[in-house]
């Protein structure tokens, strides 16, 4: 049963990657590969409440992944339809490449940590759309802010959700997780952005700028969408670390109080189709979305049937050092999602053994938070990036995979040497 189930699943990843050659959607595949591999578990359960129970309590941790994708998207498209990035679009002038990839992942990178990976994602991407005209240039742009993302949030007990399992959890505080994994973070993205920023020559090129009497909202409307649709992000921490609420229940708040603004603020309007939550709602990519569920019901099975723990168990056995066994981790996040295989960690190693704080909790947090970068489909953000820009799997493979490796790698070295000089290890 457990062989047939990896099969389908390893068949599905492939085709996922192979998406652009076999055209098919990877919603389509990845929906199919999450479902058949539901089906298997069934029919080999004598009791089927098991597998209802077990699908059940893990379609309650995706929806939770799910509604905050769907919340933060539509505010992000509801500010893109007030224009409120010409807030900032107006203000970033240079068009010098390495400035720019420079500036835009510095904002990424502490933004991630503030909010969190994939909101920032989201955000970041669409302000590149408006900067950059489509091509390989504004691809590479939008890799490097899932890098970015990635290494902002891993810092951060709010920035990725690993490492905010791992504080919720007690093996991590706040204030060891920031002091101790933010070098480590900046090493990860400085890396590849010096690679890549080196490679660049020139400038942009221009994306056309919009006229100011072209644009559908007063500078006005602009500046309240925008300030309340960033606050409201930026709040969402803040009320899950006050009402000790999920992360969705703050995006879903957020995203009524937003419709009701929009509401109050173009009641008197004729036409207000093109500014309104609803044509919001219609323009997030739900395909994507669809293909985050696909592939998490996949991996869910993986959980259930115990091959992540059996896979982590397999590790300490046969590598026991630490170091490896957690850079594998990291880098195995790249390939099945980082939750089950951090959530395995914490279940295979009590506090007795390695207590709060341990080298290993935050060494952890670092290569589960970062090693998602290495794949476009390794993470939330990348997953989001690959939705909005329409990023192919072997394109990222190709052109960012390698950056994002040396990357974790240095950031890996990093964080093992600073650990051996300041007594960690």
């Known amino acids: 049963m457990i062989t047939l189930i990896i099969t389908i699943f390893l068949v599905g990843y492939l085709a996922i990657a192979a998406e652009h050659s076999l055209k098919v959607n990877k919603a389509a595949i990845a929906l199919l590969t999450g479902v058949a591999c539901w089906t298997v578990y069934m029919f080999t ?3 089927y409440h098991v597998v209802t129970h077990d699908l059940s309590e893990h379609v309650g941790e995706i929806s939770g992944i799910l509604f905050f994708l769907m919340g933060a998207m539509t505010i992000v498209e509801l500010i893109d339809a007030h224009d409120g990035f010409e807030i900032i679009t ?36 669409m302000l590149v759309r408006k900067l950059l005209p489509a091509g390989n240039q504004r691809l590479m742009f939008a890799s490097m802010i899932v890098i970015a993302a990635n290494a902002g949030g891993a810092w951060s007990p709010i920035g990725d959700v690993t ?25 990860t993205v400085i890396v590849p952005l010096a690679v890549v ?33 960033v606050l409201s992000l930026i709040f969402v921490p803040i009320f899950k670390s006050i009402t000790n ?22 009641s008197k309007k004729e ?46 056995q046969n590598i026991g050092d630490i170091n490896f066994v957690v850079m594998i981790i990291g880098v195995l996040s790249a390939i099945v999602d980082n939750v089950p295989l951090v959530a395995a960690s914490m279940g295979m190693y009590s506090l007795d053994l390695y207590p709060v704080n341990h080298y290993f909790w935050l060494f952890l947090a670092y290569s ?44 890996a070295g990093t964080f093992i040497l600073q650990a051996y000089l300041l007594g960690l290890a």
């Open 163 to 187: 490492t905010t399992m791992l504080w919720i959890g007690g093996q991590i505080t706040s204030a060891k997780t920031i002091s101790t994994i933010i070098l480590p973070s900046i090493v």
């Open 45 to 47: 359960q004598e009791d």
């Open 245 to 266: 609420l999920p992360p969705y229940m703050g995006i879903l708040g957020a995203l009524g109080l937003m419709w009701i603004i929009t509401e109050v603020l173009h």
């Open 90 to 125: 107006n203000r970033i002038t240079t068009r010098n490449q390495r400035k720019l990839i420079w500036i835009l992942c510095g904002l990424t990178f502490f933004f991630s940590a503030i909010l969190d990976n994939l909101a920032t994602t989201i955000v970041m991407i």
């Open 271 to 316: 036409d207000k189709d093109t500014v309104s939550v609803l044509y919001a709602l219609q323009k997030i990519d739900m395909p994507s979305i669809l293909f985050f569920l696909g592939l998490l019901l996949s991996i869910g099975v993986l959980q259930h049937v115990g091959v992540l723990s059996s896979l982590a168990t397999w590790l300490d």
């Open 197 to 229: 920023s080196y490679q660049m020559k020139g400038k942009v090129d221009p994306k056309p700028k919009v006229k100011e009497s072209a644009l559908q909202t007063s500078p006005k409307e602009r500046r309240i969408i925008f300030t309340v649709g």
């Open 368 to 411: 589960a938070g970062t090693g998602g970068s290495i794949l476009i489909i390794g993470s939330a953000a990348g997953v989001a990036a690959m939705g909005i820009e329409k990023i192919n799997f072997f394109w990222y493979l190709k052109n960012a995979s390698w950056l994002a490796l040396i990357g974790f790698l240095a950031g």
